[in-house]
């Protein structure tokens, strides 16, 4: 792992492989290391660059309110490490959302979008856990939310049968900072990107875990269908984290979306 400091915060990345960028941003519930799975099948024909966002691993704290603000300082880390202005970007969860905003609001400055896990908006009765567990790290700190985290990651018989990915997830989680991710937390609560998803020009591929209760294929669908050209694809007996659950059918899915052959019959374009 490297660092680098973008106004005056340090900002943990990875770099692996040569080829086209590639730059590849976790979830709520993860930090970079969620992708090791899947990192050294992609960097055999990209380099690709992980990073940590604000608050994880050893990427410092900065007081970020909005998914939006994520998406600039995600911007500025691309700057500083002199990534492709055609970078080709994966979000998961969180991450997902940041690099929808970061399409929207950035939009010139990458190449192909592509998503997993996602939503254009949470209905009313969703945002609730989120400002939850946002009050009960504030008070308590994340442990307190750990087993409901690991609860809106990964299905019933994924744990049981992983227990050795569930206890590396808790461990990475819970050296989250607490106030970053609590700050995260109320983003996706407030955040609506219904309104802007028109907007989003970059060639674009949505996917979502089959079994992911926390953002819906149903929910995700719409994200696609908002995005002019959007391809949609489930990810069979996934949950929210694909990169865990999944990571051969996920490398598959990006490189074929990359090379530009997403268009197969495996695809649904929206």
Do not use: W
């Amino acid at each position: 792992m490297a660092t680098i400091r973008i106004n005056g915060a340090t900002v943990g990345y990875q770099q692996a492989g040569n080829g086209s960028d590639l730059l590849l941003l976790h979830s709520l519930l993860t930090e970079m290391s969620v992708f090791e799975r899947v990192l050294s099948p992609l960097a055999r024909t990209h380099r690709v660059t992980c990073l940590n966002l604000p608050g994880f691993g050893a990427s410092d704290p900065v007081a970020l309110n909005s998914v939006g603000e994520h998406a600039d300082h995600v911007a500025r880390v691309m700057d500083a490490l002199a990534l492709s202005p055609t970078v080709d970007v994966f979000g998961n969860g969180f991450g997902a959302f940041v690099a929808l905003e970061l399409a929207i609001r950035h939009g010139g400055r990458i190449g192909r979008l592509m998503v997993a896990d996602t939503v254009p908006a949470f209905p009313e009765p969703a945002k609730a856990p989120f400002r939850v567990m946002a009050e009960k790290v504030r008070a308590t700190g994340i442990s307190a939310i750990l087993d409901t985290a690991i609860g809106r990651m990964f299905p019933p018989a994924f744990q049981v049968a992983h227990p050795e990915l569930v206890a590396a997830r808790k461990a990475a989680l819970s050296a989250a900072d607490a106030p970053c991710f609590a700050r995260a937390c109320l983003a996706l609560a407030a955040l609506d990107l219904r309104p802007r998803l028109a907007g989003i020009h970059n060639p674009t591929l949505v996917m979502c875990g089959a079994l992911d209760q926390t953002t819906p294929p149903a929910l995700a669908r719409e994200v696609a269908s908002a995005i002019p050209g959007a391809v949609y694809l489930d990810i069979e007996d996934s949950g929210h984290c694909p990169m865990l659950e999944q990571p051969e059918a996920l490398v598959s899915m990006i490189e074929s979306f990359t090379s530009g052959s997403a268009s197969s019959p495996a695809g649904e374009r929206s």
